[in-house]
């Protein structure tokens, strides 16, 4: 089975900062995909990146991009100049062949 | 509007009571799958559906089952539920995963509190 790991349970950031969200994995595949969601208070899940095992060029969407490093299994999530509605909660997500893996998830809290 | 719809959004009942959670899409995905989110534990796949009549355990089946006798339908079915199932539940679909790029689009989830 795989593994994701997000070893922040919680973050703090001020407005206007970067902040990065580690994530690391476990697996034996070779073509697999990772996706990072954000879900706020509200509850939906929303898609925010994503970054394909075979892909050469780290993935950016906006001020999100996605610090893939292959070889050590971690795809980091980097969001740049923060704003107060990106506090929520962000989870990393691992695509298999057929399944699907979360981590536990990183609390972000930006203030002002 | 592409979208996943579940079916009831809140629902409070007691244990033992048989109870069906409705997930649809009309996206023509042929990938769905249910997950249960519980604090401190991320979300947790409990059955995925990688086509009609094609269903697969995730990683925590127990006390649930499904069926998926149409592509844009998925239910999740409690036969006896129990205060242990009492948490958020998300429905998603998709193409099929097999590692590749497309995102899940998840359902507004339905809260179930199971007294």
């Known amino acids: 089975a795989q593994k994701i790991t997000q070893t922040q349970p919680g973050m703090f950031v001020q407005e206007k900062e970067a902040v990065t969200l580690d994530c690391t994995y476990d697996t034996s595949d070779q073509s697999y995909g990772l996706f990072w969601y954000k879900q706020p208070s509200s509850g939906e899940m929303i898609f925010l990146i994503y970054q394909g095992s075979y892909d050469e060029q780290n993935a950016t969407e906006g001020r999100y991009s996605l610090n893939f490093q292959k070889a050590r299994k971690s795809a980091n999530l980097v969001i740049s100049a923060s704003q107060l509605g990106d506090s929520a909660m962000y989870f990393c997500?691992?695509?298999?062949?057929?399944?699907?893996?979360f981590g536990k998830g990183t609390m972000l809290l930006v203030s002002p | 509007e592409a979208q996943v719809t579940q079916n009831p959004r809140y629902l409070i009942t007691v244990t033992g009571k048989k109870l069906t959670v409705t997930c649809s899409q009309n996206?023509?995905?042929?990938?769905m799958s249910w997950y249960r989110q519980d604090p401190g534990l991320g979300l947790r796949q409990i059955y995925y559906?990688?086509?009609?009549?094609?269903?697969d355990k995730g990683d925590v089946p127990e006390g649930y089952k499904v069926s998926r006798k149409e592509k844009r339908n998925f239910p999740l079915i409690l036969e006896s539920p129990s205060p242990n199932q009492t948490s958020l539940y998300f429905c998603a679909s998709s193409p099929p995963p097999r590692g590749g790029n497309q995102p899940q689009h998840f359902g507004d989830g339905t809260r179930l509190s199971i007294l």
């Open positions: 997500v691992f695509s298999g062949y057929s399944t699907l893996t």
């Open positions: 559906s990688m086509n009609v009549e094609v269903t």
């Open positions: 996206m023509n995905h042929e990938y």
